[in-house]
Nanobody, 124 residues
Framework: QVQLVESGGGLVQAGGSLRLSCAASGRAFSTYGMGWFRQAPGKERQFVAAISWSDGSTYYADSVKGRCTISRDYAKNAVYLQMNSLKPEDTAVYYC?????????????????WGQGTQVTVSS
């Protein structure tokens, strides 16, 4: 079992940056693959970024590639999402998620553990 708590969301102007954090608790966090998703009002939950537990490899949605960086700190049981050059269309609730599979996953239904989400609002 893994419990996830996100933080770091807020209101930022277009072009600005935010760093989201996800604190994880529970056993064997180091063997869980991690991901970030987002959901805007009236839209489906959308993949943003993922990082594997085995070799630290990462994968990004095209919409955020080059602007976002996912990282994890095993000592702190944490995962981060650094977001730069934010755009109004990045406005959404951002969720941290975890799974116990070996490979990187990018579909919400493949993740078994979710945080409560943190709101990111980008003003134009």
């Amino acid at each position: 079992q893994v419990q996830l708590v996100e933080s770091g969301g807020g209101l930022v102007q277009a072009g600005g940056s935010l760093r989201l954090s996800c604190a994880a608790s529970g056993r064997a966090f180091s063997t869980y693959g991690m991901g970030w998703f987002r959901q805007a009002p009236g839209k489906e939950r959308q993949f943003v970024a993922a990082i594997s537990w085995s070799d630290g490899s990462t994968y990004y949605a095209d919409s955020v590639k080059g602007r976002c960086t996912i990282s994890r700190d095993y000592a702190k049981n944490a995962v981060y999402l650094q977001m730069n050059s934010l755009k109004p269309e990045d406005t959404a609730v951002y969720y941290c998620a975890a799974h116990s599979r070996l490979r990187i996953l990018n579909k919400p239904e493949e993740y078994g553990y979710w945080g409560q989400g943190t709101q990111v609002t980008v003003s134009s």
